[in-house]
């Protein structure tokens, strides 16, 4: 499984897990069955609010779940719309996210836990 998940900074596993999915300068892909990783840069990161297209950077990416801190409302339905699944991240690293993912301790976001503003 493809897990997509912002980032602060690229440092691999070790990655702070970013709380705006819009915003984020980059998106490791982490593929869970073979632990490989690689980094999306994320062109679209500065942006009104309301107005980013994170999305686009995504595009040609087999994602089949994203965990990040917060996201929009509208991101979040079009992720629905592709049936990928977003969870919610606590704070820390790729590594724990992924830990807590498999574990089954992240919940899913849902439009009344979207973010209404920043």
Same mark, same amino acid.
């Given at each position: 499984?493809?897990?997509? +998940?912002? !980032? ?7 990655? +702070?897990?970013?709380?705006? %999915?819009?915003?984020?300068?980059? %998106?490791?892909? !982490? ?21 980013? #297209?994170?999305?686009?950077? +995504? ?19 079009? +992720? ?5 699944? !977003?969870?919610?991240? #606590?704070?820390?690293?790729?590594? #724990? ?22």
């Amino acid at each position: 499984m493809n897990v997509c +998940l912002p !980032v602060v900074e690229n440092l691999g596993l070790e990655s +702070l897990v970013n709380e705006h %999915f819009g915003s984020t300068p980059a %998106f490791l892909i !982490v593929d869970t069955e073979t632990g490989e990783y690689r980094a999306v840069v994320n062109e679209n990161a500065h942006h009104a609010h309301g107005m980013c #297209q994170p999305l686009a950077a +995504l595009r040609d990416e087999s994602i089949h779940a994203i965990v990040a801190g917060g996201i929009g409302a509208g991101a979040l339905r079009r +992720l629905h719309a592709e049936g990928i699944d !977003v969870y919610l991240a #606590q704070p820390g690293t790729v590594a #724990q996210m992924l830990a807590a993912l498999k574990e089954g301790t992240l919940r899913k976001a849902t439009p009344e836990t979207a973010c209404r503003g920043h």
